[in-house]
């Protein structure tokens, strides 16, 4: 991804094309991530929208943040998209963390808070994985969030934090 399309570079051939604006269905040109979801379908998180690109059909399909439909993106940009160990695609956005199945063109929206004492994350989501443990790690511009799923325990480590969850950001 480039801020001015998606390139494709055939190392064995040599081969380069540019996709962008003038031979694609993109709404934005500036692919900021990308998941390689099958074979043939890349997703891209752009600065306005999710683009799942078929490079053998050279076809585009489009999903953006609609505020009067609970189960859209979260947001139109997004940072990043990561597939879990149970096969569930998250995507950080500037707006929060939507979770979406595979088949279904369906997200939940998740968002993740400090408790009352501390500040609020919300929105400000950059990073994000899971461990062996099954516990999911969200870096915010405020701290990291460790979330284990299974019981719903979630740990916060920031600069305001008690000694043993202290981090310098």
């Known amino acids: 991804g480039t801020e001015t399309g998606l390139a494709l570079f055939n190392t064995k051939t040599g081969d380069f094309k540019l996709y962008n604006a003038s031979n694609t269905n993109f709404s934005n040109e500036v692919i900021k991530t990308i998941y390689h979801a099958s074979d043939s379908v890349l997703w891209l998180g752009t600065d306005f929208g999710l683009h799942l690109f078929d490079v053998q059909e050279e ?55 400090f408790s009352n004492k501390e500040p609020r994350i919300g929105n400000q989501i950059r990073d994000i994985l899971t461990d062996r443990s099954g516990n999911v ?33």
């Open 59 to 113: 076809s585009v399909t489009a999903y953006f943040h609609d505020p009067l439909i609970n189960n859209t993106i979260a947001n139109n940009v997004l940072w990043q998209i990561m597939e879990d160990s149970k096969e569930r695609v998250w995507l950080i956005t500037s707006g929060g963390v939507s979770i979406a199945n595979k088949s279904e063109p369906y997200y939940h929206l998740h968002e993740e808070f």
């Open 137 to 169: 790690w969200l870096a915010t511009i405020h701290g990291v969030v460790k979330k284990n799923e299974e019981t719903g325990r979630r740990t916060t480590y920031s600069s305001t934090s008690q000694t043993e969850n202290k981090v310098l950001l």
